[in-house]
């Protein structure tokens, strides 16, 4: 497998912010400077966003350690709020399982979102498409909804299926599910929106 160019790394950086591709070949990691932006702008507190990034490296080292998982899978996982969403492709089903199995080891994490699915991994073409995607998503969630900066959305592309969470109202959820359903080459969209108490000083 050959390596992503640094371009679509960095690019993937930016774009997914708190998500790590996991594989034999490569892993992006959130870099310094983007990291502290993203804190100032992000919905969590300093506490869970921090968090996030320990789940996050935690997983990466278990999902390293097994061999079975990191030389044959293609695995992304982000995590936001402590709530952890797994995707990607795995060859069986008891791959799929050591990946739950993994999450479920990590201290402090709320809820594991298990998406991978068993099949080919996808190919090069398939993923910077994804990244594309991603990318549309972002901008327009951007310029239409004046209320949210893009770091309150983690966005999330796997063949096509976008993953969307937050803490958002009610109402731009459905809001941000309107642009992600609406936009070229998604092929579905499944919510994981946390909908925090209308009092709550973070929406």
């Known amino acids: 497998m050959k390596p992503f160019s640094t371009t679509i790394i960095l690019l993937s950086v930016f774009l997914f912010g708190s998500s790590w ?18 804190v100032a702008l992000d919905k969590r507190t300093t506490g869970d966003y921090v968090e996030d990034q ?33 995707t990607g492709e795995v060859l069986n089903s008891s791959q799929l399982q050591k990946l739950t199995d ?19 991994p996808t190919t090069m073409s398939s993923r910077t498409n994804d990244t594309y995607i991603t990318s ?21 592309t796997e063949n096509g299926v976008v993953f969307l ?18 936009t070229d080459g998604v092929k579905k969209v499944v919510k994981l929106f946390e909908y925090p108490n209308p009092n709550d000083k973070r929406i």
């Open 136 to 156: 549309k998503i972002k901008t327009s969630i951007l310029a239409n909804i004046q209320e949210l900066d893009g770091a309150q959305v983690k966005v999330v």
């Open 54 to 86: 320990n789940i996050k490296t935690k997983f990466a080292h278990l999902f390293y350690e097994d061999k079975d998982l990191s030389e044959h899978t293609h695995v992304n996982v982000t995590s936001y709020n402590r709530q952890v969403l797994i």
């Open 21 to 38: 591709l996991l594989s034999g070949c490569t892993a992006a990691v959130v870099g310094g400077a983007v990291a502290g932006t993203s």
């Open 165 to 182: 969470m937050g803490l958002l109202t009610r109402e731009q959820a459905d809001k941000v599910t309107e642009i992600a359903r609406t």
């Open 102 to 120: 993994i999450a479920h080891q990590i201290k402090n994490v709320r809820h594991v979102f298990n998406e991978a699915v068993v099949g080919i």
